[in-house]
Protein backbone atom coordinates (compact mmCIF):
# COMPACT_ATOMS: atom_id res chain seq x y z
CA UNK A 1 0.00 0.00 0.00
CA UNK A 2 1.26 3.41 -0.66
CA UNK A 3 1.91 5.80 1.96
CA UNK A 4 -0.15 8.35 2.78
CA UNK A 5 0.86 11.75 2.72
CA UNK A 6 -0.75 14.44 5.10
CA UNK A 7 -2.73 17.57 3.31
CA UNK A 8 -0.44 19.54 5.21
CA UNK A 9 1.35 22.62 3.87
CA UNK A 10 5.15 22.43 3.55
CA UNK A 11 7.81 25.38 3.66
CA UNK A 12 11.00 26.50 2.78
CA UNK A 13 12.69 29.64 4.22
CA UNK A 14 10.84 31.73 1.60
CA UNK A 15 7.89 29.71 0.49
CA UNK A 16 4.98 27.96 1.43
CA UNK A 17 3.84 25.15 -0.75
CA UNK A 18 0.40 23.92 -0.08
CA UNK A 19 -1.94 21.27 -1.60
CA UNK A 20 -4.52 22.29 -3.77
CA UNK A 21 -8.14 23.73 -3.18
CA UNK A 22 -11.17 25.00 -4.95
CA UNK A 23 -10.26 28.48 -4.00
CA UNK A 24 -7.21 28.41 -6.12
CA UNK A 25 -8.43 28.23 -9.22
CA UNK A 26 -8.12 32.11 -9.55
CA UNK A 27 -4.81 33.07 -8.78
CA UNK A 28 -4.12 29.52 -10.68
CA UNK A 29 -5.58 31.38 -13.56
CA UNK A 30 -4.01 34.60 -13.54
CA UNK A 31 -0.66 32.99 -13.04
CA UNK A 32 -0.82 30.61 -16.13
CA UNK A 33 -1.89 33.62 -18.01
CA UNK A 34 0.16 35.94 -17.15
CA UNK A 35 3.28 33.25 -18.16
CA UNK A 36 1.57 31.24 -21.19
CA UNK A 37 4.08 32.09 -23.47
CA UNK A 38 7.17 30.52 -21.50
CA UNK A 39 4.89 27.90 -20.31
CA UNK A 40 3.73 27.01 -23.91
CA UNK A 41 7.00 26.65 -25.10
CA UNK A 42 7.66 23.71 -23.11
CA UNK A 43 4.43 22.09 -21.38
CA UNK A 44 1.81 20.45 -23.35
CA UNK A 45 -1.20 21.42 -20.94
CA UNK A 46 0.05 25.03 -21.20
CA UNK A 47 -2.59 26.72 -24.08
CA UNK A 48 -3.76 30.43 -24.82
CA UNK A 49 -7.00 30.64 -23.66
CA UNK A 50 -6.44 28.65 -20.41
CA UNK A 51 -9.52 29.38 -18.38
CA UNK A 52 -11.80 28.31 -15.84
CA UNK A 53 -12.95 25.03 -16.95
CA UNK A 54 -9.32 24.29 -16.89
CA UNK A 55 -8.38 25.43 -13.56
CA UNK A 56 -11.16 23.92 -11.96
CA UNK A 57 -10.59 20.34 -14.24
CA UNK A 58 -6.81 20.53 -12.71
CA UNK A 59 -7.67 20.89 -8.81
CA UNK A 60 -10.11 18.25 -9.08
CA UNK A 61 -8.14 15.67 -10.78
CA UNK A 62 -5.10 16.78 -8.25
CA UNK A 63 -7.59 16.14 -4.87
CA UNK A 64 -8.83 12.58 -6.02
CA UNK A 65 -5.01 11.96 -7.32
CA UNK A 66 -3.84 12.95 -3.82
CA UNK A 67 -6.53 11.43 -2.18
CA UNK A 68 -5.77 7.76 -3.96
CA UNK A 69 -1.79 8.36 -2.90
CA UNK A 70 -1.24 9.09 -6.99
CA UNK A 71 0.77 12.47 -7.26
CA UNK A 72 1.00 15.31 -5.08
CA UNK A 73 0.44 18.56 -6.75
CA UNK A 74 1.39 21.83 -4.68
CA UNK A 75 0.58 25.55 -5.36
CA UNK A 76 3.97 27.14 -4.92
CA UNK A 77 2.87 30.60 -2.42
CA UNK A 78 5.29 33.13 -1.11
CA UNK A 79 4.79 33.51 3.01
CA UNK A 80 4.67 36.84 2.81
CA UNK A 81 2.41 36.93 -0.05
CA UNK A 82 0.17 33.77 0.25
CA UNK A 83 -2.44 35.22 -2.44
CA UNK A 84 -0.17 35.46 -5.59
CA UNK A 85 0.37 31.93 -7.21
CA UNK A 86 3.59 31.54 -7.80
CA UNK A 87 4.04 28.02 -9.76
CA UNK A 88 3.00 24.59 -9.25
CA UNK A 89 5.06 21.75 -7.95
CA UNK A 90 4.76 18.24 -7.30
CA UNK A 91 5.66 14.50 -7.08
CA UNK A 92 4.12 11.70 -8.11
CA UNK A 93 5.01 7.79 -8.52
CA UNK A 94 6.44 6.31 -11.68
CA UNK A 95 6.73 2.60 -10.29
CA UNK A 96 5.47 1.70 -6.61
CA UNK A 97 7.85 -1.56 -6.71
CA UNK A 98 10.86 0.14 -7.43
CA UNK A 99 10.26 2.94 -5.13
CA UNK A 100 10.56 5.48 -7.99
CA UNK A 101 8.79 8.81 -8.53
CA UNK A 102 9.42 11.79 -10.77
CA UNK A 103 9.06 15.87 -10.13
CA UNK A 104 7.70 18.43 -12.45
CA UNK A 105 7.23 22.33 -12.06
CA UNK A 106 6.64 25.74 -13.15
CA UNK A 107 7.25 29.41 -12.22
CA UNK A 108 5.33 32.36 -13.37
CA UNK A 109 7.47 34.81 -16.07
CA UNK A 110 6.90 37.53 -13.60
CA UNK A 111 8.89 36.06 -10.37
CA UNK A 112 11.35 33.84 -12.13
CA UNK A 113 15.24 34.36 -11.87
CA UNK A 114 15.17 34.59 -7.85
CA UNK A 115 15.93 30.75 -6.96
CA UNK A 116 12.09 30.10 -6.49
CA UNK A 117 12.03 27.04 -9.14
CA UNK A 118 15.06 25.64 -7.43
CA UNK A 119 13.76 26.61 -3.63
CA UNK A 120 10.67 24.98 -4.44
CA UNK A 121 11.48 21.84 -6.56
CA UNK A 122 14.01 20.87 -3.43
CA UNK A 123 11.28 20.68 -0.90
CA UNK A 124 9.46 18.49 -3.16
CA UNK A 125 12.84 16.08 -3.40
CA UNK A 126 12.27 15.94 0.47
CA UNK A 127 9.19 14.72 0.13
CA UNK A 128 9.86 12.09 -2.33
CA UNK A 129 12.77 10.82 -0.33
CA UNK A 130 11.47 11.61 3.03
CA UNK A 131 7.83 11.00 3.12
CA UNK A 132 7.15 8.94 0.19
CA UNK A 133 10.25 6.61 1.15
CA UNK A 134 11.38 6.25 -2.41
CA UNK A 135 14.71 5.07 -3.52
CA UNK A 136 14.89 7.27 -7.07
CA UNK A 137 13.43 10.53 -8.44
CA UNK A 138 13.86 11.28 -11.86
CA UNK A 139 13.17 14.86 -13.63
CA UNK A 140 12.59 15.84 -17.41
CA UNK A 141 14.05 18.54 -19.08
CA UNK A 142 12.60 19.49 -22.66
CA UNK A 143 16.62 19.78 -24.42
CA UNK A 144 17.27 23.33 -24.81
CA UNK A 145 15.70 24.44 -21.63
CA UNK A 146 18.58 25.94 -20.01
CA UNK A 147 16.89 27.09 -16.88
CA UNK A 148 14.96 24.18 -15.97
CA UNK A 149 18.80 22.22 -16.50
CA UNK A 150 20.64 24.72 -14.05
CA UNK A 151 17.57 24.00 -11.26
CA UNK A 152 18.87 20.14 -11.85
CA UNK A 153 22.16 20.72 -11.65
CA UNK A 154 21.58 22.94 -8.31
CA UNK A 155 19.54 20.09 -6.56
CA UNK A 156 22.31 17.13 -7.37
CA UNK A 157 20.26 15.41 -10.02
CA UNK A 158 22.75 13.32 -12.35
CA UNK A 159 21.58 13.68 -16.51
CA UNK A 160 21.56 10.35 -17.09
CA UNK A 161 20.90 10.21 -20.69
CA UNK A 162 18.34 11.29 -23.37
CA UNK A 163 14.61 10.10 -24.27
CA UNK A 164 13.80 11.55 -28.45
CA UNK A 165 11.21 12.58 -29.56
CA UNK A 166 9.36 12.02 -26.32
CA UNK A 167 6.56 14.78 -25.78
CA UNK A 168 4.26 16.82 -28.45
CA UNK A 169 4.33 20.63 -27.42
CA UNK A 170 2.54 22.54 -29.94
CA UNK A 171 2.54 20.15 -32.83
CA UNK A 172 6.25 19.49 -32.49
CA UNK A 173 8.36 16.60 -30.91
CA UNK A 174 10.48 17.54 -28.21
CA UNK A 175 13.44 15.07 -27.12
CA UNK A 176 13.77 14.71 -23.22
CA UNK A 177 17.34 14.74 -20.81
CA UNK A 178 16.43 12.52 -18.01
CA UNK A 179 17.73 13.19 -15.13
CA UNK A 180 17.64 11.37 -11.26
CA UNK A 181 18.77 11.25 -7.85
CA UNK A 182 19.05 8.80 -5.69
CA UNK A 183 17.96 8.69 -1.90
CA UNK A 184 21.89 8.10 -0.71
CA UNK A 185 22.80 11.48 -2.69
CA UNK A 186 20.12 13.46 -1.43
CA UNK A 187 21.30 12.17 2.36
CA UNK A 188 24.66 12.96 1.63
CA UNK A 189 23.49 16.79 0.17
CA UNK A 190 20.74 17.45 2.85
CA UNK A 191 22.93 19.65 4.95
CA UNK A 192 23.31 21.59 1.93
CA UNK A 193 19.57 21.72 1.46
CA UNK A 194 19.14 22.83 4.47
CA UNK A 195 22.04 25.57 4.83
CA UNK A 196 20.08 26.79 1.59
CA UNK A 197 17.05 26.97 3.26
CA UNK A 198 15.16 24.65 0.92
CA UNK A 199 14.72 22.15 3.61
CA UNK A 200 14.84 22.23 7.33
CA UNK A 201 17.83 20.65 9.58
CA UNK A 202 17.32 17.78 11.65
C1 LIG B 1 12.33 26.76 -15.59
C2 LIG B 1 11.71 27.58 -14.47
C3 LIG B 1 10.93 26.66 -13.55
C4 LIG B 1 12.80 28.31 -13.70
O1 LIG B 1 12.22 28.93 -12.56
P1 LIG B 1 13.09 29.97 -11.66
O2 LIG B 1 12.30 30.29 -10.46
O3 LIG B 1 13.55 31.09 -12.52
O4 LIG B 1 14.35 29.07 -11.30
P2 LIG B 1 15.59 29.46 -10.35
O5 LIG B 1 15.65 30.95 -10.22
O6 LIG B 1 15.51 28.64 -9.13
O7 LIG B 1 16.84 28.91 -11.19
C5 LIG B 1 16.94 29.14 -12.56
C6 LIG B 1 18.42 29.01 -12.93
O8 LIG B 1 18.49 28.99 -14.36
C7 LIG B 1 19.34 30.03 -14.80
N1 LIG B 1 18.83 30.44 -16.09
C8 LIG B 1 17.73 31.13 -16.38
N2 LIG B 1 17.61 31.29 -17.72
C9 LIG B 1 18.67 30.64 -18.26
C10 LIG B 1 19.13 30.43 -19.59
N3 LIG B 1 18.44 30.90 -20.62
N4 LIG B 1 20.27 29.74 -19.77
C11 LIG B 1 20.98 29.24 -18.74
N5 LIG B 1 20.59 29.40 -17.43
C12 LIG B 1 19.45 30.09 -17.23
C13 LIG B 1 19.25 31.08 -13.72
O9 LIG B 1 20.36 31.96 -13.76
C14 LIG B 1 19.25 30.20 -12.47
O10 LIG B 1 20.55 29.68 -12.19
P3 LIG B 1 21.52 30.35 -11.08
O11 LIG B 1 20.79 30.28 -9.77
O12 LIG B 1 22.74 29.51 -11.12
O13 LIG B 1 21.74 31.78 -11.51
C15 LIG B 1 10.75 28.66 -15.07
O14 LIG B 1 11.47 29.48 -15.97
C16 LIG B 1 9.56 28.06 -15.79
O15 LIG B 1 8.57 27.72 -15.18
N6 LIG B 1 9.63 27.93 -17.13
C17 LIG B 1 8.52 27.45 -17.94
C18 LIG B 1 8.04 26.04 -17.57
C19 LIG B 1 9.17 25.07 -17.43
O16 LIG B 1 10.13 25.11 -18.18
N7 LIG B 1 9.05 24.17 -16.45
C20 LIG B 1 10.06 23.13 -16.21
C21 LIG B 1 9.81 21.96 -17.07
S1 LIG B 1 11.05 20.71 -16.81
Not at 56 to 85: L, N, Q, Y
Not at 124 to 135: D, R, S, T
Amino acid sequence: MPRPLPTKDRTTRRLVLHPFRRRDADPLIAAVGDSIDDLARWLPWAHDGYGRSDAVRFIRDSSAAWAEGRAFDFAIRAADRPRRHLGNVSVWHTSRREEAGEIGYWVRSNATGSGIGTEAAARVVQVAFEELGLHRVTLRIAVGNHASERIAEKLGFVREGLLRKEVLVAGTWLDHSLWGILDDEFAADRTRYAAEGWVQRR
